[in-house]
């Protein structure tokens, strides 16, 4: 495929002005919707072919929040679009100023694997909402899942307005080229520098959700039996190949024996293992062998057990850590939970600051001060007090990261904003003109600028 090409296209569809028409957006995105919910099985089938995902899972973590994000833009689309008052400096009245938002043009969407479908759909209807036309280009490693994706979308919407790109490196790297007005990606930290090197070529703007080491802080004082059950939910969910899936943990070490008692209790009870018609495969053997090269047999407290013909790995925890072993080296991606403690919360502040800034932070307290001194002190993208990953389902709550786990965010509003630009406008009558800004400067004129910008004018 010639990507110059249909990039002009999008262009020139761009160009016709169709995108900018309220009515147009919302048509496509219920479209969109319409065309998931009759494929749901299509989706669902495809996405367990790449790792096991059951149909149920799929739909809980990918279509229905899709599904929910299309409903609440349509409703919110109007109120979002329209342009903001805002007041005028006493210098330029009477004028009015406002902010007009407008599309940036054509989006290259880059997804990555994990959710298939939501990440690169989603950014995608975020994009359409705000009146882009968008090129998605789907990871190629669920490789089902991205068939199905450009099957449905290119048999259906016209590749100048939406078009799916097949493909790994060399299609990303030819895509990544051309001069696109914005690049949102989500994947590896690494990749996301090599996106932000080739956007900056063409001084094109980004959006990078990235990922990192989240912690989970557990203080002496935390509802253990709460705090734990959400912990090992969200680790093992998705086989833990989830971006926002806490990575390590970090527990006072006067309450540890019996966290650990309560993580396995957990992990027994609720069946996370292959039992469970939920758990997923581990996506490649790529990844499997990393996983497996991550666990240090020594140090496995539960689990720990490995199926390579099924790439299963076992919900795992790994205990008297420290930061010299492999597994804090690196973001973990899998069902693997290693534990640490700490004696002061200091401590585990130190602990944390060891590493990039995460894409997010799970604290588990009732203390307020503890609240205060962990939530003021370290910087994340995002993240929960007593909860775990569910900050990620409020839109009206941006998510992204910060530093290394990413540049920018969406969800909600600040998904529409992240697709548009805020155009300043101040629109002036001509029958009156103060004349002080012209020359010549006297010195009753400078004198007379200085009072009014110093002492009056709101600047
Ligand atoms: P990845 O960076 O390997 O791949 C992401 C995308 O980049 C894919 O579409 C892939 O084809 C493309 N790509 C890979 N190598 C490339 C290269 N050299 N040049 C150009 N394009 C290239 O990431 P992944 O393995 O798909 O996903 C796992 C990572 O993504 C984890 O770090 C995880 O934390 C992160 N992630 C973040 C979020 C988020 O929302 N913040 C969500 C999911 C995953």
């Known amino acids: 495929m010639n990507f110059d090409d249909l990039l002009n296209k999008q262009h020139l569809f761009f160009d016709t002005q169709s995108t900018k028409d309220l009515k147009f957006r919302k048509q496509?995105?219920?479209?969109?919707?319409?065309?998931?919910?009759?494929?749901?099985?299509?989706?669902?089938e495809a996405v367990y072919k790449d790792f096991k995902r059951s149909s149920k899972e799929n739909l809980v973590l990918e279509l229905y929040p899709m599904y929910k994000t299309i409903k609440t833009i349509l409703r919110k689309l109007d109120r979002w679009t329209k342009s903001t008052k805002v007041s005028t400096n006493i210098l330029n009245i009477p004028a009015k100023s406002?902010?007009?938002?407008?599309?940036?043009?054509?989006?290259?969407?880059?997804?990555?694997?994990?959710?298939?479908?939501?990440?690169?759909?989603?950014p995608a209807i975020y994009a359409i909402s705000a009146g882009n036309t968008v090129i998605i280009k789907p990871s190629e490693i669920p490789s089902h899942t991205s068939k199905v994706i450009t099957e449905l979308i290119n048999s259906n919407f016209d590749e100048g307005f939406l078009k799916v790109v097949e493909g790994g490196i060399p299609e990303?790297?030819?895509?990544?080229?051309?001069?696109?007005?914005?690049?949102f990606f989500t994947g590896s930290?690494?990749?996301?520098?090599?996106?932000?090197q080739a956007a900056a070529r063409n001084l094109t703007d980004v959006t990078l959700e990235l990922g990192g080491k989240s912690p989970a802080i557990f203080t002496k004082d935390a509802n253990l039996k709460m705090g734990v059950k959400r912990l090992v939910w969200s680790k093992y969910l998705n086989a833990g190949q989830t971006c926002l899936a806490p990575d390590y943990v970090l527990v006072d070490e006067s309450i540890k024996e019996r966290f650990l008692e309560l993580v396995y209790k957990e992990i027994e009870q609720h069946n996370y293992s292959i039992h469970n018609e939920n758990y997923v495969q581990i996506i490649d053997n790529k990844n499997f062998k990393r996983l497996e090269g991550?666990?240090?047999?020594?140090?496995?407290?539960f689990g720990g057990e490995t199926d390579e013909n099924e790439r299963l790995i076992y919900p795992t925890v790994m205990t008297d850590i420290t930061l010299e072993d492999k597994i804090m080296s690196e973001e973990i991606f899998g069902p693997i939970l290693p534990v640490l403690s700490f004696n002061n919360l200091d401590e585990a502040l130190h602990v944390v600051k060891q590493f990039e800034k995460p894409l997010s932070l799970y604290l588990h307290t009732k203390k307020r001060n503890i609240k205060r001194k962990i939530l003021n002190e370290i910087s994340f993208g995002g993240g929960c007090v007593n909860e775990s990953?569910?900050?990620?389902?409020?839109?009206?709550?941006p998510f992204g990261g910060v530093g290394h786990s990413g540049i920018g965010s969406y969800h909600g509003k600040f998904g529409f904003d992240t697709f548009s630009h805020q155009k300043a406008i101040?629109?002036?009558?001509?029958?009156?003109?103060?004349?002080?800004?012209?020359?010549?400067?006297?010195?009753?004129?400078?004198k007379l600028i200085k009072a009014l910008i110093l002492s009056m004018f709101r600047y």
């Open 426 to 446: 101040m629109d002036k009558p001509s029958w009156f003109e103060l004349n002080l800004k012209y020359y010549k400067r006297t010195t009753t004129k400078v």
């Open 189 to 196: 930290t690494v990749v996301g520098k090599i996106v932000y």
């Open 98 to 122: 406002y902010i007009k938002k407008e599309p940036l043009g054509s989006v290259l969407v880059i997804g990555a694997w994990n959710y298939p479908i939501q990440l690169s759909l989603l």
């Open 172 to 183: 990303t790297t030819a895509l990544l080229n051309l001069k696109f007005d914005k690049v």
């Open 389 to 397: 990953v569910m900050h990620y389902t409020n839109s009206e709550l």
């Open 294 to 301: 991550l666990i240090d047999k020594d140090k496995v407290s």
């Open 28 to 44: 496509q995105l219920k479209k969109l919707k319409q065309l998931l919910i009759a494929n749901e099985s299509k989706l669902n």
